[in-house]
């Protein structure tokens, strides 16, 4: 069948990133008086992906349809789409829509002005390097090392007190980067916030329940009250402490989203390769062409330009390295993600795949034989 999301990626793309929209819409809609035609905008853009006749076909069954898995009523969804249910019992995103949803951020509305850019959150209308251009515009009339430490103070600094904070970037001698807010109320109980114990942002807190809102962080506990402290759920590491809100912040959630959850994976593995006797390696050298050079210390007789792909679907990330293939000579993903390696390496094969933990294992292998071949 001719027409159909299955047939045009981007089609697809797009009635995700609708189904999303209207979900957030739907979840602020007590706050958000714009929220409703939000919600009516979308629904027309999905009428459109499905087809006639086909899908929801008002605002209120595209609600309902939000609470299903998109895979019983998107025709045309990929594997990691299938499953994704966007709204949950309590008319809030659903984590999954965090860790998959960002794979499939379109331009809706393509050729006519968005109403929805004016207030919906970053990640749900841009795509991540038109988040990172805007975070990164100050580091880029800089000189390459400074922009590789700002972008790792980011990364280790998403959050905390603003007077510490700024006081720790000043000290590196880096201008001002990316704003930072007050922690939201929805990361607060009883004027206290916890940092998730992987990527430090501020975990989110419902009922009895706080948490990361990347699930791959694994780190769910349950709150006790006055004074409200934390306990591990479900196998997560151990609980953070409690920090007090008065004079907390933190960068919003498309910097979190999009620069510190892949950020994280970038700086562990610069830092394990980093420590290797005889090896040079460089965290986002050039300006990001890539993530990590790793090079000889003694001769510079080897090469390896690793750049780190953190896609919940392997097959999103092979469609967008079609469209703007990595610099980098290996694509490297996230432990967490291993399971993608052996169809990335079907669907790419003249790129290099390997997993975190394989990268680092064949760069040791290499330096110790004191950079022979690679
Ligand atoms: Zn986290």
Redesign the pocket.
């Known amino acids: 069948m001719a027409n159909t999301v299955n047939d045009a990626p981007v089609a697809l793309e797009r009635a995700v990133t609708a189904a999303i929209r209207a979900g957030h819409a739907w979840s602020v809609r007590r706050e958000r008086p714009e929220a409703w035609a939000e919600i009516a905008r979308m629904t027309g853009v999905i009428m459109r992906a499905c087809g006639p006749g086909r899908g929801p076909a008002t605002p209120a069954e595209l609600v309902a349809a939000l609470r299903r898995p998109l895979g019983t009523w998107l025709p045309g969804c990929d594997a990691a789409a299938r499953d994704l249910v966007v709204l949950d019992g309590d008319d809030q995103l659903t984590d999954a829509t965090f860790e998959i949803g960002c794979d499939y951020t379109a331009e809706v509305l393509a050729g006519q002005d968005d109403p929805g850019a004016g207030w919906l959150p970053g990640w749900r209308v841009h795509r991540a390097e038109q988040i990172e251009k805007a975070a990164f515009q100050a580091l880029l009339a800089g000189g390459d090392e400074e922009y590789s430490r700002g972008r790792r103070f980011i990364t280790e600094h998403p959050a905390g007190v603003l007077t510490e904070l700024v006081a720790a970037r000043s000290e590196l001698g880096l201008p001002p980067l990316v704003p930072y807010g007050e922690i939201p109320g929805e990361r607060q109980r009883d004027g206290s916030w916890w940092p998730?114990p992987?990527?430090r942002?501020p975990m989110r807190v419902r009922g009895a329940m706080v948490r990361?809102d990347?699930p791959r962080?694994e780190?769910v506990y349950t709150v006790s009250s006055a004074p409200p402290s934390l306990q591990p759920a479900g196998g997560a590491r151990r609980a953070p402490k409690r920090r007090p809100a008065d004079g907390a912040v933190c960068v919003d959630e498309s910097v979190w989203r999009f620069i510190v959850v892949p950020g994280v994976v970038e700086v562990r593995l610069h830092d394990r390769i980093a420590a290797l006797p005889g090896v040079r390696a460089e965290l986002y050298p050039r300006k990001d062409l890539y993530d990590i050079r790793v090079t000889s210390a003694g001769d510079g007789t080897w090469e390896f330009t690793l750049d780190v792909k953190d896609y919940a679907s392997a097959r999103a990330l092979a469609r967008k390295l079609e469209e703007r293939p990595i610099a980098a000579d290996h694509l490297v993903l996230p432990r967490y993600r291993s399971d993608q390696a052996g169809e990335l390496r079907r669907l790419l094969p003249g790129t290099g795949v390997s997993t975190e933990d394989q990268i680092y294992r064949r760069i040791r292998r290499v330096a110790s034989s004191d950079g022979r071949s690679r």
């Open positions: 998730c992987v990527c942002w990361c990347f962080h780190a």
